[in-house]
Every structure is written in C-alpha cells, then in structure tokens.
C-alpha cells in the first residue's frame, strides 16, 4: 500500500503542476495520427503485490498487455481491457523455467488466489461531459474474478470460486500539459458466481454470499515519449460471515503503441 499511495502521491503533483493545457484534438503524433484515439495498445512491465488476511502476502514482477480504444467527443464511447492473468501466467511460467517456488503457496498448505478469469476486465464508459481538456464518463465494468483462499492444511473457505461481474464505472480524464493527460477511475463490480472451488469447507457452502470487488485506479500517458504509468487498486469485499479481506495493487510502466 506504500508504493501505491506514493504511486498515487505522483500523479496528483503532476495534475496540480500542469499550466499549458491544450486540447485532445491536438494531441496529434506527427504522422496523421491522434495520440489519444489511435494509441490503442499499451505494452507494460508490472509488479503486483497481493495481501491477504488469512493467507500469504505475496508479489513478483512481469509483463503485460492492455487495450483501449478511446474518443473525445460528446457521448462517445470508450472502451478500456486488460486480462490481468495474462501477465500472472507469464510469471508463473518464467518462475516455473527458473525452479523458482512460488510466493503464493507455502509448505502448510496455504494457497491464495486473485485474479482474472478468461474474460478478463473491462470498462466501458460514455462521455457525459466533454470538454477541450476534460472528459467525465459514466458507465459499466463486467468480466470474471478468481478469488480463493486456501488455509494451512489444504482447506479452502468462502468466499471462494470463479465469479462473472458486471457494475457501475467511472472515468474522468484531464489534460494537464499539452503532452500528458492522466485517465483516473473507479468501479464496483457486483459478481454471479459461475463455479466453486474443490475442497471448500464452510457451513454454508452453496449460500455463501458472493464477494463484491471495488477498484480504483489511475494512468498517466505522454505523447512525446510515448510511454505510460499505471495504478490499479482492487478490494475483495466478503459480504459473508467469514469477513475474509484481501486487495491487488498492480503498478505498471509501458509503451503506447
């Protein structure tokens, strides 16, 4: 949480310290391109960091991929992707090739789980408010979560599974010079449960209460250089009485392309 808040600390020293402003129409590339509706992919370094309640903390580093397919005028719609397992896979792979043990298992048995499933995360928005340097966009998330943790002894309590999601959105985007703008936004995700988990001890397996998911996050681009730093923040929220609690922090650097 550390990094985060120091992640978050930055972004907002560079909103209050950009005075030079221009539009989003003039984010233009040089070669006929708009910087801000034809960058729609985002090649990044990440490092995550999982803390759990009853589990086990655990990070590593890795490489990633998003999409975006963005648009400034009035009621347009933006459409915001990433499949945070892709990057997961790739370090568990690279960890795997190395003999390397992984951080989130230990000897007792103990085993978390936070992630994507195979649709990965979405966020679709459309522009209520649509300014020269300022967009404000309602919308919706929708997309999968596995979440699980399993206790010392190889025993998995609720809430545990594979979850769908769909929920409320917002994005407000400010251009703050006329190189960087900065996409900040929220969302709480309301899940369906889509299949359990094997070896779930609990009394109230089949009726537990789905977890909810709240994340919050922000991405700081720069036309010159091309590059892009991001922060997300997702809260598991357990409505059940087991009042399990675990939040991913994902920060990433990367290359618009």
Not at 217 to 231: I, N, V, Y
Request: charged share 20%; net charge positive; with cysteine.
């Amino acid at each position: 949480m550390k990094t985060y808040r120091l992640a978050l600390i930055f972004l907002a020293t560079v909103t209050v310290s950009g005075v030079s402003a221009q539009t989003f129409a003039d984010l233009e590339t040089g070669r006929g391109k708009n910087a801000f509706l034809d960058w729609s992919w985002e090649l990044m370094v990440r490092r995550t960091q999982v803390n759990t309640k009853y589990t086990i903390d655990y990070g590593g580093t890795t490489f990633t991929m998003k999409f975006r397919a963005d648009d400034y005028e009035k009621g347009g719609m933006r459409w915001h992707f990433e499949n945070p397992t892709l990057g997961d896979l790739i370090w568990v792979l690279a960890r795997t090739v190395r003999g390397k043990e992984m951080p989130n298992q230990n000897s007792n048995g103990a085993e978390q789980a936070f992630g994507s499933g195979f649709i990965g995360w979405h966020n679709v928005t459309w522009n209520a408010v649509a300014q020269d340097r300022l967009l404000i966009s309602p919308g919706m998330s929708f997309g999968d979560y596995i979440f699980a943790s399993q206790r010392a002894g190889g025993i998995t309590m609720d809430p545990a599974g594979y979850y769908f999601h769909v929920g409320p959105s917002l994005m407000v985007t400010p251009m703050v010079t006329d190189n960087i703008w900065i996409d900040i936004y929220a969302r709480y995700d309301i899940t369906g449960k889509a299949g359990g988990m094997t070896n779930t001890a609990s009394p109230t397996e089949g009726k537990y209460k789905n977890p909810n998911f709240f994340g919050l996050g922000a991405s700081l681009k720069h036309k010159s250089s091309h590059l892009c730093f991001t922060t997300n923040y997702t809260k598991m929220i357990d409505r059940g009485a087991n009042k399990d609690s675990a939040s991913r922090v994902d920060i990433s650097l990367g290359f618009m392309f």
